[in-house]
């Protein structure tokens, strides 16, 4: 099994910045695809940023030039640098990773528990 461990999240004031790390632990053979989703109440998940082996990174057009995306392969973590940060960024940041574990050929997909990111006006 897979575990995904968020952390970074907090209470900031617009134009501020935070870095969400999310760290994966278990029987990890390989991690193929790393992306940040988020979720405001009342709204749908959306994806933010993916970052994709053999691939390169992408973003929401709505944190285009604010946000990147970067891993560390040997930490087996994926992070999110957030600049800019606007009150509309409001949402519960969650990880997703598709992994290769040490005992399938088969990918499976793993969701951190999620961090609170809160941008005050």
């Known amino acids: 099994q897979v575990q995904l461990v968020e952390s970074g999240g907090g209470l900031v004031q617009a134009g501020g910045s935070l870095r969400l790390s999310c760290a994966a632990s278990?029987?990890?053979?390989?991690?193929?695809?790393m992306g940040w989703y988020r979720q405001a109440p009342g709204k749908q998940r959306e994806l933010v940023a993916v970052?994709?082996?053999?691939?390169?990174?992408n973003y929401a057009d709505s944190v285009k030039g604010r946000f990147t995306i970067s891993r560390d392969n040997a930490k087996n973590t994926v992070y999110l640098q957030m600049n800019s940060l606007k009150p509309e960024d409001t949402a519960a940041y969650y990880c997703?990773?598709?992994?290769?574990?040490?005992?399938?050929?088969?990918?499976?997909?793993?969701w951190g528990q999620g961090t609170q990111v809160t941008v005050s006006s």
């Open positions: 997703n990773l598709l992994v290769r574990t040490t005992y399938s050929t088969n990918s499976v997909s793993y």
């Open positions: 278990g029987s990890i053979f390989s991690i193929n695809f």
């Open positions: 970052i994709i082996s053999g691939v390169g990174t």
